[in-house]
């Protein structure tokens, strides 16, 4: 069958390989979050790692999204789409000394600070400038995600977080470090979460370490419970929108926030990745001994995940209704990692025809690279084509 929900006609006249984006999904998904998110006050901060394009950006901030950032450069970009200073927050283990300036030079909302050391830099470039930064810790919860190894960020050993063990000499430091505001907690337990149980956990294991930090009189304005809502790679059309109600339903149910707690956010795939969709030509059907190849002009240079993580992504032949039949369909670029899937059914494939790479949106154009001297793809939206 030829699919009829992309524009093929207007994909004829485009230079290949590029990114879709269907902004009338990405526009409903947003409503569902704000939608969902409201029922409970919960403030939402886009975690702009997932997709930077000014376009895509410039949309979600205009549903009253904050920005979750983890560089000088995603700052500058969340500031330049239009984020007000006041939401976004400023996550990452390695924060080079410009990188925390510019948070405090535009009066960020939070730095999400993640080890001594680095709050000890914070608090010395606070004081130069003569401000107060805000800062949450950002804890280690040592709740397993279960997500692929490559995304799991909440166990005791990864590089993220302060360790709950280290906690009390942390918060002992702290106590010297004038220039600093303790105002929340943050926590992520990975990307990608398929199995809600985790987020459930990570309730139990909050509720625990916030009795423990009322008996030293520790109560913070602020918890923020980071991103990893996973997505339907297998069947996005069927759920091209998230299940956010549960998502959220799960926070409000199995957390007991203290009187005043703000609750925060920062969901990235979940709000882009169905809306985006890598489109491809096919340079040639090579029928090898014992396989048959369909080699597209894009490769890991355009969307690595497959490489990178063993990750699906549905592949559609968008220009033929023949007969299926089984191929391997791989990029140009000059390793053997340059593999999209292996041994799928694709309709009959013919040289010229265009594919799609679904549920693309988030962690695809963002991560594309120039290896190989190839050129970083253009993207065109569905509101503009
Ligand atoms: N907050 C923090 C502190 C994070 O580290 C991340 C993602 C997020 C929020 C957003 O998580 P999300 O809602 O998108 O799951 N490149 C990988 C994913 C890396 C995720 C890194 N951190 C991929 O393509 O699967």
Not at 17 to 23: K, L, R
Not at 352 to 365: F, K, Q, T
Request: proline fraction near 4%; include cysteine.
């Amino acid at each position: 069958m030829i699919k009829t929900n992309f524009p093929i006609r207007q994909f004829a006249d485009l230079q290949t390989p590029f990114y879709y984006y269907d902004t009338n999904l990405l526009r409903k998904t947003l409503q569902t979050v704000a939608e969902e998110s409201s029922k409970y006050q919960y403030h939402i901060h886009y975690a702009v790692k997932a997709n930077a394009n000014p376009h895509i950006l410039s949309i979600i901030q205009s549903y009253g999204l904050g920005a979750d950032c983890v560089s000088g450069g995603e700052i500058q970009a969340a500031l330049q789409a239009g984020f007000p200073a006041d939401k976004i927050v400023f996550a990452g283990v390695g924060k080079a000394d410009w990188e925390i300036r510019l948070g405090l030079d535009n009066d960020i909302f939070c730095f999400n600070a993640e080890s001594l050391p680095e709050l000890t830099v914070i608090n010395d470039l606070a004081r130069q400038t003569g401000k107060t930064a805000r800062v949450a810790l950002r804890i280690n919860p040592e709740v397993d995600a279960h997500t692929h190894h490559h995304i799991t960020t909440g166990i005791k050993e990864n590089k993220f977080g302060i360790n709950l063990d280290q906690l009390d000499k942390v918060l002992d430091a702290l106590a010297n470090l004038s220039s600093i505001q303790l105002i929340g907690l943050h926590f992520h337990i990975g990307s990608q979460l398929t199995d809600l149980n985790p987020f459930r956990q990570l309730c139990h294991k909050i509720d625990a370490l916030q009795q423990q930090l009322l008996q030293r009189n520790i109560q913070v304005e602020n918890i923020n419970f980071g991103g990893g809502l996973g997505i339907d790679y297998q069947h996005p059309d069927d759920h091209s929108i998230p299940d956010f109600k549960t998502y959220f339903e799960i926070f409000h149910q199995f957390f007991h926030a203290l009187p005043g707690q703000k609750i925060h956010f920062e969901p990235g795939r979940s709000i882009v990745g169905q809306c985006g969709n890598l489109i491809a030509r096919t340079l040639y059907v090579k029928e090898g001994s014992v396989k048959k190849f369909v080699i597209l002009d894009a490769g890991f240079t355009e969307l690595i995940r497959p490489a990178l993580y063993e990750a699906y992504h549905q592949i559609e032949n968008l220009s033929s209704d023949e007969a299926p039949e089984i191929y391997d369909v791989v990029g140009p670029i000059c390793e053997s990692s340059d593999c999209f899937a292996k041994q799928i059914s694709l309709n009959r494939t013919h040289r010229g025809d265009l594919i799609a790479l679904r549920s693309a949106g988030a962690y695809g154009e963002i991560m594309a690279s120039q290896y190989n001297c190839r050129q970083l793809p253009k993207s065109y939206f569905s509101d503009s084509l």
